[in-house]
């Protein structure tokens, strides 16, 4: 019965709305006249001109043809016009009535697919047990009452003293505050690799104004992270979220060297205990073991390819070249390895520093393979304008100058080395 009144109800009122637009007439729209007239006084003027003698009779009959030609082109606009109206028209006086049709019969149909008509109501109060409701979001007062509490039995908790800190920041708006700074810190001594407080104090850095220190930090954690962590995604919006703002320029991730033998539970527990030096230092161990086994199996290029990964990501930039010209000798190397070749050679360079022969001849193939690579670019246009060769190296710095975004850092400094070069 309650379906029945329920759709007599929709009927009336849509009833109600079409009645007033289907008697609706709308305006006739007539502009010919408006412009047959204008033209017409157009005539008129022309006439007492030349009936005055202050036009020639040959201009006279001249702009006489040219105003009959624009009458006849505004009855044809007129007449192609009114076609177009009519439909319009049309569209404008039964779209609203069809759609006020179409919306309920289009809810009714849904209903009649996916409602439950005869089911009988159920308390709110009760809703919840037949379906849960998600998760909700992070409390955040529970959460920093929590790590108080645990805090109050333990000050030392570097666990809970990461979490007061993420906990401040969060009802803060984002902004880490100077008691979520302190804790943060202060939980920094006991887990220097913490994923969570790492973020949080370079949050601080960037919303300090130091993006640079920010930046190096998130990169540092980033490098240091599984492939799989499930932060990286969050973390690289960040970086380069960041970098943006402050017109940074961030290379792309790097790929961390894979190769290196996966330590043990024992072994990684007993390396968390380690501090930071004892830490790289027993990296570069496993990196130079690694390289210890490649001298007995020299023609293993993925091996070699792999320390050269692990030597970049140590900052032992002239290893990492003579680890890539090893596989390139075995295989020659794709354009994603020649670019991290061809940084590891310029990375090696003291400013203001011509590229050496070796590192002009991957750079070279750089280009040959990706003509608009920015390092390629550069660095050949230094070859060579030391060579002399000023033509070429102008050529170059042209281009990258026009790849460049027009707030890219090193404009100004490219403008001025075109300029100094004669372009």
Not at 52 to 73: F, H
Not at 77 to 83: D, G, L, T, V
Not at 237 to 257: F, N, Y
Request: glycine share 6%.
């Amino acid at each position: 019965m309650l379906e029945f009144l329920l759709a007599l109800l929709t009927t009336a009122t849509v009833a109600a709305l079409l009645w007033p637009l289907l008697r609706m007439r709308l305006p006739a729209r007539d502009r010919l006249s408006g412009e047959l007239a204008i033209y017409r006084d157009q005539l008129a003027e022309l006439e007492r001109e030349r009936a005055a003698g202050t036009l020639k009779p040959a201009d006279a009959a001249a702009g006489r043809t040219e105003i009959e030609r624009r009458m006849l082109a505004a009855g044809d606009a007129a007449a192609s016009s009114a076609k177009t109206a009519r439909a319009s028209d049309a569209v404008q006086k039964w779209l609203p009535p069809a759609l006020s049709l179409f919306v309920p019969l289009l809810a009714l149909g849904l209903y009649l697919q996916t409602g439950r008509p005869g089911l009988p109501a159920a308390p709110f109060a009760d809703r919840g047990a037949e379906h849960p409701a998600p998760s909700r979001q992070m409390d955040v007062a529970g959460l920093i009452a929590e790590a108080r509490a645990r805090l109050a039995q333990d000050p030392n908790d570097a666990e809970a003293l990461a979490a007061l800190g993420e906990g401040l920041t969060l009802e803060a708006g984002g902004t880490v505050t100077q008691p979520a700074l302190e804790a943060l810190q202060r939980a920094l001594k006991t887990r220097p690799d913490d994923a969570r407080i790492l973020y949080y104090l370079g949050l601080h850095e960037a919303q300090s104004g130091d993006s640079k220190a920010a930046i190096a930090r998130w990169r540092d954690l980033e490098a240091s992270s599984p492939p799989d962590a499930p932060w990286l995604p969050m973390l690289r919006a960040e970086i380069a979220r960041v970098a943006k703002a402050a017109g940074i320029e961030v290379p792309p991730p790097q790929t961390p060297p894979a190769a290196l033998p996966t330590p043990s539970r024992e072994q990684q527990e007993a390396m968390a205990q380690l501090t930071p030096e004892q830490r790289q230092q027993a990296i570069r161990t496993m990196v130079e073991g690694l390289a210890a086994r490649l001298a007995d199996a020299p023609q293993d290029r993925a091996g070699w390819l792999r320390l050269a990964n692990a030597w970049k990501v140590l900052g032992e930039n002239a290893n990492a070249a003579d680890a890539y010209a090893r596989a390139d000798t075995l295989a020659p190397v794709d354009a994603r390895i020649l670019a991290d070749w061809a940084e590891a050679h310029v990375r090696q360079l003291a400013p203001g520093a011509v590229p050496s022969a070796q590192a002009v001849a991957v750079l070279e193939r750089l280009e040959k393979a990706e003509p608009r690579n920015a390092l390629a670019l550069f660095y050949l246009g230094v070859a060579a304008e030391a060579a002399g060769n000023k033509p070429a190296a102008l050529q170059r710095w042209k281009t990258l100058l026009a790849l460049l975004p027009a707030d890219a850092p090193i404009r100004g400094m490219l403008e001025e080395r075109i300029k100094a070069a004669g372009g």
